[in-house]
């Protein structure tokens, strides 16, 4: 690489967070949306910026991820520690699991327990190396555990010695190399990928369609209740097949899930000062009050009433 490729390195820039809504705007090369399962959060996030490609390792909290890639974008991704696992694409593993996706790719992902990973994405796309070409949404493939953890080492590894040798006149061939050192690994994983069933489920764009489609109707009634037969109707599909893709990309029951997703839209309502909790409650369908104030309480540490009392402050 020429020009302003051999730029002095800089050093990883590290952001942590615990308000959400700082924490997705700061995501880059994503359209991200979070609902968290945690009352509180806490996250941190490194970025290692290289010619052609940026190295990102994040601490996250437990959480469920709807999130579309920017176009002329490779992103690979995996975990770096050992934990629960995550939900990624309507299966739930953690083997030596690396994810690929291209310009445009979606993903949706649910992790129960705070996990840590890293995400390399390289822009422009990267389409001369063999890699899997993904389509409309991110594919999920496993690797050889030896080179798995090699591929985990060697960021460690890149993210320490940026540190070190950040700034100096050396600094910008080393960027150079560390790219480079990046994609071998990253090529040496893709050809160990094993074959499994279970990447096949994973990778299927059939019923992530229609999560897809669930998601987007969601979403298109911002503020407005939806129950389940208004939303199979809208989709085409039955209430039992809504249920079964809600069941395997979210990990939870499609009843569960609507009523998160309605705890979740009163609680931007208060934060935006709603006239009261009662009207903000009987308007997302919530009409057993004290019932709604446990569930609320239960999922944001607080009273309804508080929240308002602290937007009106």
């Excluded at 520690?81 to 030596?96: K, L, Q, Y």
């Excluded at 129960?112 to 890699?131: H, K, L, M």
């Excluded at 094993?194 to 990778?203: E, G, I």
């Excluded at 037969?229 to 039992?240: Q, T, Y």
Aim: hydrophobic share 40%; glycine share 6%; with cysteine.
């Amino acid at each position: 690489m020429t020009g302003d490729a051999l730029a002095p390195l800089q050093a990883p820039k590290i952001f942590r967070f615990t308000d959400i809504d700082e924490f997705r705007s700061s995501i880059r090369t994503l359209s991200v949306d979070f609902t968290p399962l945690v009352r509180t959060i806490s996250a941190e996030q490194s970025i290692l910026s290289l010619p052609g490609c940026d190295v990102n390792f994040t601490k996250s909290f437990p959480r469920i991820t709807d999130a579309q890639l920017a176009p002329d974008c490779t992103a690979v991704a995996f975990s770096m520690d050992d934990g629960a696992p995550i939900r990624f694409n309507g299966v739930e593993r953690d083997d030596s699991v690396i994810t690929f996706g291209n310009g445009g790719a979606l993903y949706s992902s649910v992790e129960t327990a705070p996990r840590e990973y890293a995400s390399i994405i390289f822009r422009p796309e990267v389409t001369n190396r063999g890699w899997p070409q993904t389509g409309a949404n991110f594919h999920v493939f496993e690797a050889g555990r030896g080179t798995f953890a090699r591929l985990r080492t060697l960021v460690r590894q890149i993210l320490a010695s940026a540190t070190e040798v950040a700034g100096s006149p050396e600094s910008g061939s080393v960027a150079v190399a560390m790219r480079e050192s990046m994609l071998a690994g990253i090529d040496a994983a893709v050809a160990e990928f094993v074959p499994a069933r279970w990447s096949s489920q994973a990778n299927s764009s059939r019923q992530f369609k229609i999560f897809r489609d669930i998601e987007d109707a969601l979403s298109g009634h911002f503020g407005n209740v939806i129950y389940s037969e208004e939303l199979a109707a809208h989709i085409g599909v039955s209430v039992r097949t809504m249920h079964d893709a809600v069941q395997r990309y979210r990990g939870m029951s499609l009843h569960r899930y609507l009523r998160l997703r309605r705890l979740w839209l009163v609680r931007r309502r208060l934060v935006a000062g709603a006239d009261s909790v009662k009207s903000s409650a009987l308007a997302h369908g919530f009409w057993h009050l004290s019932d709604f104030a446990h569930a609320y309480r239960e999922q944001f540490g607080e009273m309804p009433s508080e929240t308002l009392a602290r937007s009106r402050r």
